[in-house]
């Protein structure tokens, strides 16, 4: 089993920046791609960043130019540096572990942006 807490969700103005982490403990293999998703009420979950171990990424176009996800292999962890959010960024975000077939959720943390 895999577990993952991430921290770092809050309120912040349109326009400020917000760090989230999420730290992966438990049966985590050498291979595994590593990300974060965000839902709103009455929406699908969708991707907003992942990346594998060798530091590949992907963002959704929402996101580019914005975010940042970063990983520390050593600790398993996993970041998400968003800055210049908008209010449409106002989601819960869920960190997500992808390895072998099987996928790993953390709780979700709230992120609000004013306007």
């Known amino acids: 089993q895999v577990q993952l807490v991430e921290s770092g969700g809050g309120l912040v103005q349109a326009g400020g920046s917000l760090r989230l982490s999420c730290a992966a403990s438990g049966s985590i293999y050498r291979l595994n791609v590593m990300g974060w998703y965000r839902q709103v009420p009455d929406k699908q979950r969708e991707q907003v960043a992942v990346?594998?171990?060798?530091?590949?990424?992907n963002y959704a176009d929402s996101v580019k130019g914005r975010f940042a996800i970063s990983r520390d292999n050593a600790k398993n962890t996993v970041y998400l540096q968003m800055n210049n959010l908008k209010p449409e960024d106002t989601a819960v975000y869920y960190c997500n572990l992808a390895q072998y077939g099987n996928q790993y959720w953390g709780q979700g943390t709230q992120v609000t942006v004013s306007s």
């Open positions: 990346a594998n171990k060798g530091g590949t990424t």
